[in-house]
Protein backbone atom coordinates (compact mmCIF):
# COMPACT_ATOMS: atom_id res chain seq x y z
CA UNK A 1 0.00 0.00 0.00
CA UNK A 2 2.98 2.25 0.78
CA UNK A 3 3.45 2.63 -3.16
CA UNK A 4 -0.20 3.42 -3.64
CA UNK A 5 -0.52 6.11 -0.83
CA UNK A 6 2.96 7.71 -2.82
CA UNK A 7 0.73 7.86 -5.82
CA UNK A 8 -2.35 9.45 -3.99
CA UNK A 9 -0.51 12.26 -1.89
CA UNK A 10 1.04 13.06 -5.58
CA UNK A 11 -2.63 13.82 -6.31
CA UNK A 12 -4.20 15.53 -3.35
CA UNK A 13 -0.75 16.75 -1.79
CA UNK A 14 0.51 15.63 1.81
CA UNK A 15 -1.29 17.71 3.77
CA UNK A 16 -4.49 15.39 2.73
CA UNK A 17 -3.49 12.12 3.17
CA UNK A 18 -3.47 11.45 7.08
CA UNK A 19 -1.91 8.35 8.97
CA UNK A 20 -1.58 7.27 12.16
CA UNK A 21 -2.92 9.32 15.56
CA UNK A 22 -4.82 11.67 12.81
CA UNK A 23 -6.79 8.73 11.41
CA UNK A 24 -7.34 7.14 14.93
CA UNK A 25 -8.44 10.16 16.48
CA UNK A 26 -11.75 10.06 14.35
CA UNK A 27 -14.31 8.77 15.52
CA UNK A 28 -16.69 6.73 12.60
CA UNK A 29 -20.10 5.75 15.04
CA UNK A 30 -21.66 8.38 16.61
CA UNK A 31 -23.60 6.32 18.99
CA UNK A 32 -20.64 4.10 20.59
CA UNK A 33 -17.08 6.52 19.68
CA UNK A 34 -15.40 3.91 18.20
CA UNK A 35 -12.32 4.87 16.11
CA UNK A 36 -11.18 4.90 12.45
CA UNK A 37 -8.80 2.45 11.88
CA UNK A 38 -8.19 3.02 7.95
CA UNK A 39 -4.69 2.68 7.01
CA UNK A 40 -5.13 6.41 5.62
CA UNK A 41 -7.81 8.92 5.60
CA UNK A 42 -7.27 10.73 1.73
CA UNK A 43 -9.07 14.35 1.75
CA UNK A 44 -9.87 15.23 -1.92
CA UNK A 45 -10.63 18.66 -2.59
CA UNK A 46 -12.60 18.45 -6.38
CA UNK A 47 -14.11 15.45 -8.32
CA UNK A 48 -11.35 15.57 -10.40
CA UNK A 49 -9.02 14.64 -7.29
CA UNK A 50 -11.71 11.33 -6.41
CA UNK A 51 -11.44 10.01 -10.14
CA UNK A 52 -7.86 10.26 -9.78
CA UNK A 53 -7.54 8.25 -6.50
CA UNK A 54 -9.97 5.94 -7.23
CA UNK A 55 -8.64 5.26 -10.54
CA UNK A 56 -5.02 4.82 -8.60
CA UNK A 57 -6.96 2.41 -5.74
CA UNK A 58 -9.06 0.49 -8.67
CA UNK A 59 -5.42 -0.27 -10.08
CA UNK A 60 -4.35 -1.67 -7.09
CA UNK A 61 -7.53 -3.52 -6.05
CA UNK A 62 -7.59 -1.30 -2.79
CA UNK A 63 -10.53 -1.45 -1.40
CA UNK A 64 -12.21 2.49 -0.36
CA UNK A 65 -14.78 3.72 2.01
CA UNK A 66 -16.26 7.12 1.79
CA UNK A 67 -16.71 9.85 4.82
CA UNK A 68 -19.31 12.36 4.97
CA UNK A 69 -20.47 13.79 8.55
CA UNK A 70 -19.94 10.34 10.31
CA UNK A 71 -23.40 10.63 11.68
CA UNK A 72 -24.49 7.59 10.97
CA UNK A 73 -25.94 4.65 13.17
CA UNK A 74 -25.37 1.30 10.95
CA UNK A 75 -21.88 1.07 10.81
CA UNK A 76 -22.04 2.24 7.30
CA UNK A 77 -18.35 3.94 7.40
CA UNK A 78 -15.73 1.39 9.12
CA UNK A 79 -12.99 0.86 7.49
CA UNK A 80 -10.97 -1.74 8.61
CA UNK A 81 -6.32 -1.21 8.61
CA UNK A 82 -6.33 -2.78 4.99
CA UNK A 83 -8.72 -0.05 3.98
CA UNK A 84 -8.56 3.61 2.53
CA UNK A 85 -11.11 5.87 4.03
CA UNK A 86 -11.59 9.12 1.39
CA UNK A 87 -13.68 11.55 3.40
CA UNK A 88 -15.46 14.61 0.97
CA UNK A 89 -14.67 17.11 4.16
CA UNK A 90 -12.74 19.79 1.80
CA UNK A 91 -15.63 19.65 -0.82
CA UNK A 92 -18.03 21.50 0.90
CA UNK A 93 -18.93 24.64 -1.51
CA UNK A 94 -22.15 26.36 -2.58
CA UNK A 95 -21.76 26.54 -5.92
CA UNK A 96 -24.82 28.17 -7.30
CA UNK A 97 -27.99 29.24 -6.62
CA UNK A 98 -30.44 29.59 -8.98
CA UNK A 99 -34.04 31.59 -7.17
CA UNK A 100 -35.79 31.67 -10.60
CA UNK A 101 -35.34 27.88 -11.11
CA UNK A 102 -35.14 26.88 -7.14
CA UNK A 103 -32.13 24.95 -7.50
CA UNK A 104 -28.93 25.10 -5.63
CA UNK A 105 -25.47 22.97 -6.76
CA UNK A 106 -23.15 21.85 -3.36
CA UNK A 107 -20.55 19.73 -2.97
CA UNK A 108 -21.15 16.53 -1.80
CA UNK A 109 -19.05 17.80 1.34
CA UNK A 110 -20.94 20.39 2.48
CA UNK A 111 -23.23 20.19 5.82
CA UNK A 112 -27.00 20.19 5.70
CA UNK A 113 -27.09 23.29 7.83
CA UNK A 114 -25.01 25.46 5.42
CA UNK A 115 -27.41 24.07 2.36
CA UNK A 116 -30.01 25.55 4.52
CA UNK A 117 -28.62 28.68 4.97
CA UNK A 118 -27.59 29.10 1.90
CA UNK A 119 -31.30 28.84 0.44
CA UNK A 120 -32.86 31.08 3.29
CA UNK A 121 -29.93 33.78 1.79
CA UNK A 122 -32.11 33.65 -1.58
CA UNK A 123 -35.57 33.73 0.31
CA UNK A 124 -35.86 30.27 -0.19
CA UNK A 125 -35.58 27.13 1.82
CA UNK A 126 -34.02 23.07 0.95
CA UNK A 127 -36.71 21.30 2.84
CA UNK A 128 -34.40 18.13 4.31
CA UNK A 129 -34.01 18.48 7.74
CA UNK A 130 -32.74 16.53 10.91
CA UNK A 131 -31.06 16.61 14.36
CA UNK A 132 -27.83 16.54 13.04
CA UNK A 133 -27.95 19.34 10.74
CA UNK A 134 -25.16 21.08 11.29
CA UNK A 135 -22.84 17.87 11.03
CA UNK A 136 -24.38 15.58 8.69
CA UNK A 137 -22.99 15.98 4.89
CA UNK A 138 -25.07 16.02 1.52
CA UNK A 139 -23.48 13.58 0.24
CA UNK A 140 -24.38 11.36 3.08
CA UNK A 141 -27.94 12.86 2.87
CA UNK A 142 -27.87 11.43 -0.50
CA UNK A 143 -26.16 8.14 -0.29
CA UNK A 144 -28.69 6.88 2.88
CA UNK A 145 -31.64 8.79 1.09
CA UNK A 146 -32.14 10.92 4.90
CA UNK A 147 -35.73 11.07 6.40
CA UNK A 148 -35.92 13.26 9.01
CA UNK A 149 -38.47 15.65 10.67
CA UNK A 150 -40.41 16.59 7.61
CA UNK A 151 -40.93 13.68 5.38
CA UNK A 152 -44.93 13.99 5.18
CA UNK A 153 -44.50 16.91 3.57
CA UNK A 154 -42.12 17.49 1.58
CA UNK A 155 -41.01 13.39 0.98
CA UNK A 156 -37.11 12.00 1.79
CA UNK A 157 -33.70 13.15 0.37
CA UNK A 158 -35.11 11.02 -3.06
CA UNK A 159 -37.43 14.43 -3.80
CA UNK A 160 -34.95 16.78 -3.08
CA UNK A 161 -32.65 15.44 -6.03
CA UNK A 162 -32.34 16.61 -9.19
CA UNK A 163 -29.31 15.84 -10.18
CA UNK A 164 -25.78 14.48 -9.43
CA UNK A 165 -21.90 13.90 -10.32
CA UNK A 166 -20.48 10.40 -9.11
CA UNK A 167 -17.18 8.49 -9.63
CA UNK A 168 -17.30 4.86 -10.05
CA UNK A 169 -15.08 2.35 -8.61
CA UNK A 170 -12.76 2.47 -11.74
CA UNK A 171 -12.25 6.02 -11.50
CA UNK A 172 -15.37 7.07 -14.10
CA UNK A 173 -17.22 10.06 -13.69
CA UNK A 174 -21.16 9.80 -14.38
CA UNK A 175 -22.15 13.59 -14.53
CA UNK A 176 -26.08 14.03 -14.20
CA UNK A 177 -26.20 17.73 -13.25
CA UNK A 178 -30.16 17.97 -14.29
CA UNK A 179 -31.39 21.43 -13.52
CA UNK A 180 -34.61 20.60 -14.36
CA UNK A 181 -38.16 18.91 -12.55
CA UNK A 182 -39.07 17.13 -15.77
CA UNK A 183 -36.81 15.35 -17.88
CA UNK A 184 -37.52 11.66 -19.29
CA UNK A 185 -34.94 10.89 -21.80
CA UNK A 186 -33.85 7.58 -20.93
CA UNK A 187 -32.61 5.94 -17.59
CA UNK A 188 -32.87 8.43 -14.50
CA UNK A 189 -29.26 6.90 -13.36
CA UNK A 190 -29.25 9.60 -10.18
CA UNK A 191 -31.37 6.88 -8.27
CA UNK A 192 -28.88 4.48 -8.66
CA UNK A 193 -26.61 6.73 -5.97
CA UNK A 194 -29.57 8.11 -3.84
CA UNK A 195 -29.83 5.56 -1.07
CA UNK A 196 -27.55 3.18 -2.00
CA UNK A 197 -25.22 3.74 0.94
CA UNK A 198 -21.57 4.30 -1.55
CA UNK A 199 -21.39 0.55 -2.74
CA UNK A 200 -22.20 1.65 -6.08
CA UNK A 201 -20.07 5.22 -6.23
CA UNK A 202 -19.38 8.52 -4.33
CA UNK A 203 -21.76 11.09 -4.87
CA UNK A 204 -19.37 14.32 -5.45
CA UNK A 205 -22.18 17.06 -6.45
CA UNK A 206 -24.93 17.44 -6.34
CA UNK A 207 -28.27 19.69 -7.75
CA UNK A 208 -30.80 20.28 -5.04
CA UNK A 209 -34.61 20.98 -5.69
CA UNK A 210 -35.36 24.25 -3.15
CA UNK A 211 -38.96 25.00 -2.06
CA UNK A 212 -40.59 28.57 -1.22
CA UNK A 213 -40.04 29.89 2.05
CA UNK A 214 -42.80 28.77 5.09
CA UNK A 215 -41.70 32.01 7.69
CA UNK A 216 -44.51 31.04 9.80
CA UNK A 217 -44.33 27.73 12.00
CA UNK A 218 -46.87 26.25 14.55
CA UNK A 219 -45.70 23.82 16.83
CA UNK A 220 -47.82 22.14 19.32
CA UNK A 221 -47.55 19.47 22.00
CA UNK A 222 -50.77 17.09 22.46
CA UNK A 223 -51.64 14.19 24.26
CA UNK A 224 -53.61 11.32 23.39
CA UNK A 225 -55.99 8.89 25.05
CA UNK A 226 -54.88 6.19 22.91
CA UNK A 227 -53.17 4.72 19.69
CA UNK A 228 -56.31 4.92 17.50
CA UNK A 229 -56.87 8.47 18.72
CA UNK A 230 -53.31 9.10 17.68
CA UNK A 231 -54.25 7.98 14.13
CA UNK A 232 -57.58 9.30 13.83
CA UNK A 233 -55.91 12.95 14.90
CA UNK A 234 -53.19 12.21 11.68
CA UNK A 235 -56.26 11.96 9.59
CA UNK A 236 -57.76 14.87 11.43
CA UNK A 237 -54.47 17.29 10.38
CA UNK A 238 -54.73 16.13 7.05
CA UNK A 239 -58.27 17.30 6.55
CA UNK A 240 -58.04 20.78 8.11
CA UNK A 241 -54.04 21.54 7.61
CA UNK A 242 -53.54 19.97 4.47
CA UNK A 243 -50.20 20.24 2.46
CA UNK A 244 -49.30 22.45 5.45
CA UNK A 245 -48.41 19.74 7.67
CA UNK A 246 -44.93 19.07 8.23
CA UNK A 247 -44.41 17.19 11.38
CA UNK A 248 -46.16 14.50 13.36
CA UNK A 249 -43.79 13.10 15.81
CA UNK A 250 -45.17 10.33 18.18
CA UNK A 251 -43.78 9.63 21.50
CA UNK A 252 -44.77 6.72 23.34
CA UNK A 253 -45.46 7.15 27.39
CA UNK A 254 -42.29 5.55 27.71
CA UNK A 255 -40.16 8.08 26.01
CA UNK A 256 -42.24 11.66 27.51
CA UNK A 257 -41.82 9.70 30.96
CA UNK A 258 -38.16 9.17 30.69
CA UNK A 259 -37.15 12.60 29.40
CA UNK A 260 -38.94 14.77 31.54
CA UNK A 261 -40.07 13.08 34.99
CA UNK A 262 -37.71 10.40 35.54
CA UNK A 263 -34.61 12.47 34.13
CA UNK A 264 -35.49 16.07 34.90
CA UNK A 265 -34.08 17.03 31.66
CA UNK A 266 -36.92 18.89 30.57
CA UNK A 267 -39.86 20.14 32.40
CA UNK A 268 -42.74 18.60 31.17
CA UNK A 269 -44.97 21.47 29.47
CA UNK A 270 -47.61 18.48 29.73
CA UNK A 271 -48.13 15.66 32.65
CA UNK A 272 -46.96 12.44 31.86
CA UNK A 273 -49.67 10.35 32.31
CA UNK A 274 -51.11 10.33 28.39
CA UNK A 275 -50.23 6.79 26.70
CA UNK A 276 -49.03 8.93 23.89
CA UNK A 277 -47.76 12.19 22.79
CA UNK A 278 -47.17 14.01 19.46
CA UNK A 279 -45.55 17.04 18.29
CA UNK A 280 -47.18 18.69 15.25
CA UNK A 281 -45.52 21.30 13.45
CA UNK A 282 -47.14 23.26 10.68
CA UNK A 283 -45.48 25.54 7.86
CA UNK A 284 -47.27 28.50 6.37
CA UNK A 285 -46.74 31.85 5.13
CA UNK A 286 -49.21 34.34 6.41
CA UNK A 287 -49.02 34.40 10.19
CA UNK A 288 -52.68 35.14 10.74
CA UNK A 289 -54.27 32.81 8.91
CA UNK A 290 -52.14 30.17 9.17
CA UNK A 291 -52.27 30.55 13.03
CA UNK A 292 -56.11 30.82 13.23
CA UNK A 293 -56.26 27.75 11.02
CA UNK A 294 -54.12 25.78 13.18
CA UNK A 295 -55.91 26.48 16.50
CA UNK A 296 -58.94 25.93 14.93
CA UNK A 297 -58.09 22.24 13.82
CA UNK A 298 -56.35 21.62 17.32
CA UNK A 299 -59.67 23.35 18.90
CA UNK A 300 -61.66 20.37 17.06
CA UNK A 301 -59.43 17.89 17.90
CA UNK A 302 -60.27 18.88 21.36
CA UNK A 303 -63.79 18.84 20.87
CA UNK A 304 -63.90 15.55 19.04
CA UNK A 305 -61.89 14.40 22.04
CA UNK A 306 -59.20 13.07 19.81
CA UNK A 307 -56.60 14.78 22.23
CA UNK A 308 -56.86 15.25 25.55
CA UNK A 309 -54.64 17.93 26.02
CA UNK A 310 -52.51 20.12 24.40
CA UNK A 311 -50.27 23.19 24.71
CA UNK A 312 -48.77 25.76 21.98
CA UNK A 313 -45.68 27.10 21.69
CA UNK A 314 -45.79 30.89 21.70
CA UNK A 315 -42.18 31.84 20.66
CA UNK A 316 -39.23 30.07 19.51
CA UNK A 317 -37.66 29.26 22.82
CA UNK A 318 -40.93 27.24 23.30
CA UNK A 319 -40.74 25.71 20.18
CA UNK A 320 -37.11 24.67 20.64
CA UNK A 321 -37.74 23.35 24.27
CA UNK A 322 -41.04 21.30 22.47
CA UNK A 323 -38.67 19.73 20.50
CA UNK A 324 -35.57 19.33 22.64
CA UNK A 325 -37.66 16.49 24.28
CA UNK A 326 -38.30 15.03 20.87
CA UNK A 327 -35.10 15.26 19.64
CA UNK A 328 -32.64 14.44 23.13
CA UNK A 329 -31.13 11.23 22.01
CA UNK A 330 -27.73 12.07 24.26
CA UNK A 331 -30.85 11.98 27.11
CA UNK A 332 -31.55 8.29 25.97
CA UNK A 333 -27.67 7.13 25.71
CA UNK A 334 -27.05 8.28 29.27
CA UNK A 335 -30.52 6.93 30.71
CA UNK A 336 -30.61 3.22 28.92
CA UNK A 337 -27.12 2.81 28.22
CA UNK A 338 -25.65 0.34 27.34
CA UNK A 339 -28.73 0.21 24.77
CA UNK A 340 -29.12 -0.79 21.42
CA UNK A 341 -31.14 1.03 18.61
CA UNK A 342 -33.46 0.59 15.71
CA UNK A 343 -34.50 2.23 12.84
CA UNK A 344 -37.62 0.31 11.54
CA UNK A 345 -41.19 1.21 9.24
CA UNK A 346 -44.50 -0.58 8.81
CA UNK A 347 -48.00 0.02 7.79
CA UNK A 348 -49.45 2.44 10.97
CA UNK A 349 -52.58 0.76 11.93
CA UNK A 350 -49.95 -2.36 12.82
CA UNK A 351 -47.72 -0.02 14.71
CA UNK A 352 -49.25 -0.23 18.24
CA UNK A 353 -49.86 -4.14 18.26
CA UNK A 354 -46.05 -4.50 16.84
CA UNK A 355 -44.70 -2.03 19.89
CA UNK A 356 -47.22 -4.36 22.40
CA UNK A 357 -45.73 -7.59 21.62
CA UNK A 358 -42.37 -6.20 21.25
CA UNK A 359 -42.42 -5.09 24.51
CA UNK A 360 -43.95 -8.18 25.99
CA UNK A 361 -41.18 -10.63 24.42
CA UNK A 362 -38.68 -8.20 26.01
CA UNK A 363 -40.67 -8.60 29.12
CA UNK A 364 -40.66 -11.94 28.94
CA UNK A 365 -37.02 -12.50 28.03
CA UNK A 366 -35.66 -9.89 29.92
CA UNK A 367 -37.31 -9.16 33.13
CA UNK A 368 -35.16 -6.27 34.05
CA UNK A 369 -35.31 -4.60 29.85
CA UNK A 370 -36.61 -1.55 28.91
CA UNK A 371 -37.67 -0.29 26.11
CA UNK A 372 -38.57 3.49 24.73
CA UNK A 373 -40.42 4.21 21.28
CA UNK A 374 -40.63 7.48 19.38
CA UNK A 375 -40.72 8.02 15.74
CA UNK A 376 -41.80 10.17 12.59
CA UNK A 377 -45.45 8.48 12.90
CA UNK A 378 -47.01 10.09 9.76
CA UNK A 379 -44.34 8.62 7.46
CA UNK A 380 -44.43 5.18 8.92
CA UNK A 381 -41.36 5.23 10.67
CA UNK A 382 -40.50 4.35 14.51
CA UNK A 383 -37.28 4.62 16.40
CA UNK A 384 -36.71 2.27 19.31
CA UNK A 385 -34.26 2.05 21.80
CA UNK A 386 -34.11 -0.83 23.91
CA UNK A 387 -31.80 -1.84 26.99
CA UNK A 388 -31.33 -5.53 28.67
CA UNK A 389 -28.09 -4.29 30.58
CA UNK A 390 -25.28 -6.43 28.32
CA UNK A 391 -24.17 -4.69 24.80
CA UNK A 392 -22.54 -8.47 24.35
CA UNK A 393 -22.64 -9.55 20.77
CA UNK A 394 -25.63 -12.70 21.87
CA UNK A 395 -27.70 -10.03 23.51
CA UNK A 396 -27.46 -8.28 20.55
CA UNK A 397 -28.43 -11.09 18.44
CA UNK A 398 -31.27 -12.12 20.67
CA UNK A 399 -33.10 -8.40 20.51
CA UNK A 400 -32.69 -7.90 17.07
CA UNK A 401 -34.48 -10.83 16.02
CA UNK A 402 -37.40 -9.51 18.54
CA UNK A 403 -37.46 -6.35 16.78
CA UNK A 404 -36.88 -7.56 13.09
CA UNK A 405 -38.61 -10.97 12.46
CA UNK A 406 -42.22 -9.15 13.05
CA UNK A 407 -41.38 -6.99 10.73
CA UNK A 408 -41.56 -9.61 7.52
CA UNK A 409 -45.04 -10.95 8.02
CA UNK A 410 -46.38 -7.08 8.64
CA UNK A 411 -44.94 -6.15 5.37
CA UNK A 412 -42.11 -3.40 7.16
CA UNK A 413 -38.77 -2.65 7.07
CA UNK A 414 -35.82 -3.56 8.93
CA UNK A 415 -34.48 0.13 8.12
CA UNK A 416 -36.37 3.26 7.61
CA UNK A 417 -34.02 5.91 7.01
CA UNK A 418 -30.86 4.95 8.91
CA UNK A 419 -29.33 2.87 6.19
CA UNK A 420 -28.93 -1.51 6.51
CA UNK A 421 -24.68 -0.76 6.74
CA UNK A 422 -22.79 -3.96 8.00
CA UNK A 423 -25.46 -3.93 10.69
CA UNK A 424 -28.23 -5.04 8.91
CA UNK A 425 -27.16 -7.16 5.89
CA UNK A 426 -28.11 -10.05 7.13
CA UNK A 427 -31.73 -9.41 7.86
CA UNK A 428 -32.01 -7.39 4.58
CA UNK A 429 -34.52 -10.55 3.01
CA UNK A 430 -36.84 -9.82 5.87
CA UNK A 431 -37.83 -5.96 3.71
CA UNK A 432 -36.40 -7.19 0.18
CA UNK A 433 -37.20 -10.60 -1.92
CA UNK A 434 -34.84 -12.69 -3.21
CA UNK A 435 -35.21 -11.02 -6.66
CA UNK A 436 -34.47 -7.70 -5.46
CA UNK A 437 -31.71 -8.65 -3.57
CA UNK A 438 -30.28 -10.19 -6.90
CA UNK A 439 -30.74 -7.57 -8.74
CA UNK A 440 -28.79 -5.86 -6.11
CA UNK A 441 -26.11 -7.77 -6.31
CA UNK A 442 -25.86 -7.52 -10.55
CA UNK A 443 -25.79 -3.72 -9.98
CA UNK A 444 -23.15 -3.96 -7.75
CA UNK A 445 -20.99 -6.62 -9.85
CA UNK A 446 -21.73 -4.35 -13.19
CA UNK A 447 -20.53 -0.95 -11.39
CA UNK A 448 -17.67 -2.10 -9.16
CA UNK A 449 -16.66 -5.78 -10.22
CA UNK A 450 -14.03 -6.13 -7.34
CA UNK A 451 -15.78 -4.90 -4.53
CA UNK A 452 -13.71 -2.07 -3.80
CA UNK A 453 -16.54 0.65 -2.81
CA UNK A 454 -17.68 0.30 1.09
CA UNK A 455 -17.62 -3.40 0.74
CA UNK A 456 -19.37 -5.71 2.95
CA UNK A 457 -21.89 -2.95 3.87
CA UNK A 458 -25.37 -3.29 2.53
CA UNK A 459 -25.12 -6.58 0.41
CA UNK A 460 -23.07 -9.80 1.71
CA UNK A 461 -20.96 -10.66 -0.67
CA UNK A 462 -19.21 -13.88 -2.01
CA UNK A 463 -15.90 -13.21 0.02
CA UNK A 464 -18.13 -12.49 3.39
Known amino acids: ?13 AANVLTGEDVSARRVDWLTGAPCRARAIVRPGSTREVAEVMRACHAARQPVVTHGGLTGLVHGTEAGPDE ?37 AEGLQFALDLGARGSC ?51 DLKQLFIGSEGVLGIVTRAVLHLQPPTPDVQTALVACPSFEHLTGLLGHLGRYLGGSLAAFEAMWQSHYRLLTQESGRHTPPLPPDAPFYVLLESLGSEPQSHGAQFALALERALEDELISDAV ?60 VTFGHLGDGNLHISITVGSSEPAARLAVERLVYTPLAELGGSVSAEHGIGLEKRHYLALS ?17 PHGLLNRHKVLVLDDG
Do not use: C
Open 432 to 448: RTPEEITLMHTLKRALD
Open 312 to 371: IAQSDTQRQSLWAIREDIEGLIQALSPLFTFDVSLPIPEMDRYVTRLEEALARDWPRGRM
Open 84 to 120: LAVSLERMTAIEAVDPVSATLTVQAGAPLQSVQQAAE
Open 1 to 13: MDALLKEITRIVG
Open 137 to 187: TIGGNIATNAGGIRVIRYGMMRQQVLGLEAVLADGTVVSSMNRMLKNNAGF
